[in-house]
């Protein structure tokens, strides 16, 4: 089993199962969140040309500020039109 911690602060690790994983990326859709930090626009426009070239389609997201969570709307859109996340945090 592996243990993932929760970087904002929490005081006790949830018990989570890891999210199953597609055996292809032909014909999924997968969002590519931008945290709005330096560079992660970078990181993303190569990982877009990868998935595309995978034949996945590829949605891109912006969260507003990278020391906020991304808001309830930006999170139900992600939620409700992907199948798949990749979040950038490169610096």
Do not use: Q
């Amino acid at each position: 089993m592996t243990t993932l911690l929760d970087p904002t602060s929490e005081t006790a690790p949830a018990a989570r199962e890891r999210a199953r994983r597609p055996e292809s990326l032909t014909g999924l859709t997968v969002g590519l969140l931008d945290i709005s930090k330096p560079r992660g626009n970078v990181f993303l426009d190569r990982v877009s040309e990868r998935l595309t070239a995978l034949g996945a389609t590829v949605n891109r997201y912006t969260k507003p500020a990278f020391s906020k969570p991304a808001p309830v709307d930006l999170r139900h859109e992600i939620a409700t039109t992907c199948d798949a996340v990749i979040e950038a945090l490169a610096d």
